[in-house]
Every structure is written in C-alpha cells, then in structure tokens.
C-alpha cells in the first residue's frame, strides 16, 4: 500500500504544491473545462500538481490513458488521452511515447502492458482493483470449460491477464453484443459479469451462460429507484450502463458503454439526465453540456477514485508502480484481447 505521508514529503522536497490562486489563474483555460463542477478553491489546490504532471510527461517522454470515471481535475487537467475501456486498449496498442500512466484501475494498466510489451506503464495506486477482475480467476474459467464443452469463453476486459490468457476472446461493454454473436458455437460463456451477460443474452440469438460476478458500483441500482426517480422528476431521460441489472437496463432510456453514455447525451442534449453509473461522468460533460441539468444519485467506484493527482505525480517522479505480465501469459492473454480488437475493427464499432 502506498504510504501517502512519504508520498507528500518526497513532493514537496522538489515540487512547489502550495494552493496558488496566481496559478490558478493563469491556467484558467484549462479550468474553463470544469468551472461548472469544481471550486475555485479547489482549482488553486490542484493546479500546481496539474502544472508539474505536464511538464514531468514531457521530461518522461510519458502519456496519460484516463478512464472516463477519473475525476475532472484527472480527466480534464493531465489526461492525454480518455475513452472508455475499448477506446483506451486501442490506443494502448498505438501509443508512441515511452511511458504509459494508466489513470484508471489495474486491469486496464495490464492490458496497456499486454499490448504494449516494450512500454514501461505505470499503475498510480496498486490498490486500484475491480470487484469483476477479483471475481474470477483462470480455474473459473475451466470450470466453465468443463460444464459447458466445446462452448467458446468470452471474457470482459474486467479479469486479469491470466483469465484473459485462459480465454478464447475479450469483450468490452461497447461490443460486448456484437462479440457473442459473432462466436460460431451456438452457446457462449460470458465471464465474469453476471448483469452484462444477461443484458446480452437479452438481446441476442445465443444461449449465454455466465459467471456470477458483478460490479459493486452498478449492482446497487435497482428498477424500483428508476421508477422512483421518474415519478419524482418527471422528463429526465434515464442512461444505464449495461454492468447494471437486466430489469435497471430495461427501465433505462438508454444502455451503453461510458463513452456510449457520452456520446448519447451529447446528441440527445435532453433536458433533464441521470446517468445510472459512476459519479465522476456526469461531472466531466457537465462544462461541454450547459444545457443539459444532471440530476439524481450516482454511485462512487473507491477503486477509481483511489487515483489521484498526488499519485499521477508521484508516480511520474519515482518510477514507481510499473506493472508487469509475465511474458508466457501476456502472450496468450494477447491473443484475446487483439482478438477483440481485430473483430470489433471488422464490424466497425
Ligand atoms: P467502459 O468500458 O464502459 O468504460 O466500462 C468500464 C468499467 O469499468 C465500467 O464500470
Ligand atoms: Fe470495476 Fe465496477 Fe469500478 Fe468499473 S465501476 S472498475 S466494473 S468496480
């Protein structure tokens, strides 16, 4: 575990991060793109580590890949670069720098890895997990093999490098659809998010069986709060992430990966949205969307949000937190996820 008072105190030996009102002003553009959503107090809290962490990427020769779920001092601050987990895989695969700051959680830094072998990629917080990638591990995955023979094993990017490794292909929630249908076998196994198999098999032609795993941010939705925040707030369109319960899905407007989500509001603009998933997606479209009112609850990922500036920063300065795959399995885990990538260029998603 990170120890965070060493982390301040080897900072400010060589970093100047005093709260700077001054500061803050002269980077007032880069505020524009969050003064809807964060203080101006807070701005002159962040802006110094926002100013160091872009001037140590260019000395580094490093590029930051940030999940939609980053906080917007993340997001809009230091990322070169947000998508969601589709969109960050392939840009892991094409970046050109030397140094890969994975601003989201651990599987997504191991895929950076596994597709970029000669990259060194840094993980700001070790402890940064996913109750999806815990769920299941590569004896799951015989588990399933042994019960269902023959059936090919489609595993969501949320698992670690060795259930992808135990795996035929990956998926991601924006072509999670498309890959299952487009498995031969008439029976696929979807690993390891319950809800996401069962949204699927919604809407599919196959017979998908599944994992029993979930997310502990979007299993906490239920139909009834969807109903509730309806009757209560009448015309807000409501925007799911297919992680949440098939019957949170169905009473959705709409259903679709983080970027997805994105892309919906900003060519829908309703009035009135709630998007039924991670805290941090409202706020980083908020200043882009003037128009549109985010209302309701959301829930907060603790493993998302354990990346911070402070760690991004440390992280760059130190070193520290490099994430390794050993060779054997990156090779194999490879192979499903460009497996994925390869067919979602195909069927142009
Ligand atoms: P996306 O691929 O939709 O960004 O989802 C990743 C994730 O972890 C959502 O909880
Ligand atoms: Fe994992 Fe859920 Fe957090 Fe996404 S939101 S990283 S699926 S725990």
Redesign the pocket.
Known sequence: MLDIAQVRTVLSDVYDLAPSATLANEMKDTFARMDRVISPPDWAIYAPYVRAINALKKERNAVILGHN?MTPEIYHGVSDFVGDSLQLAIKASEVEEDVIVQAG?HFMAETSKILSPGKTVLMPDMDAG????ESITAEGIDEMRAKYPGAPVVSYV?TTAEVKAASDICCTSSNALQIVNAMESDTVIMTPDQYLAQNVANESHKNVVYWPGS????EQYTAQDLRDFREWNPGTRLIAHP?CPPDVVAEADYSGSTSGIIKYVHDEKPEKAMLIT?CSMASNIADELPEVDFVGPCNM?P??KKITLEKILYALHTMEGQVEVAEDVAEKARKSVQAMIDLSRKLGI
């Open positions: 779920y959680v996913c109750s999806l990638a949320n997310c502990i941010v979007h992680e991670e990922c493993y998302m």
